[in-house]
């Protein structure tokens, strides 16, 4: 029963992580899943309320860092608000067009298309705000990334 816990475990944190490129893979829930997992196989006992605690603000922080870096990346390169809704739509619907690629073009093409559309900006200045919603993208990557290795780490050390 152990080895099927830790496996369980593990998967929840490995789909955590693919979720860092797969926005719709929900990644914090699977942190906690993971954690859960453990309660339910051993005890939460060991998980006491100040692991918790800790846990759930960096749960919040996740999804501000999520938000933010997107929104730090469009507003920086000169996008508006329709360059970041249209890169979060790209960013959803673009792995799912392009396989892969599409994690990086969605956003890219969202934000531009966005701009064009909506704003009516010139070419060059839409093409700014697609490499802003990018560069967003892949900040909020690696800093959501370092949370949830923090995360994960924490709980190895409170078991």
Do not use: C, H
Request: charge should be neutral; proline fraction near 3%; glycine fraction near 12%.
């Amino acid at each position: 029963m152990e080895v099927i816990a830790w496996i369980l475990i593990i998967a929840s944190f490995v789909i955590a992580f693919i979720g860092l490129v797969y926005p719709i893979i929900p990644s914090v829930l699977f942190i906690l899943l993971g954690f859960i997992i453990y309660g339910l196989f051993y005890s939460f006992a060991d998980l006491g309320w100040l692991f918790w605690v800790i846990q759930i603000l960096f749960v919040v922080l996740l999804f501000a860092a999520d938000s933010v870096s997107n929104l730090i990346g469009v507003k920086k390169f000169g996008g508006t608000k329709a360059g970041m809704w249209g890169s979060t739509i790209g960013l959803i619907i673009g792995p799912f067009v392009i396989p892969v690629v599409g994690i990086l073009v969605g956003p890219f093409l969202g934000a531009v298309i966005g701009e064009l559309l909506v704003t009516k900006t010139d070419f060059r200045q839409a093409v700014q705000s697609g490499l802003g919603s990018l560069v967003g993208f892949l900040t909020s990557i690696v800093t959501k990334g370092i949370i949830q290795a923090i995360m994960i780490i924490i709980f190895i050390i409170a078991i």
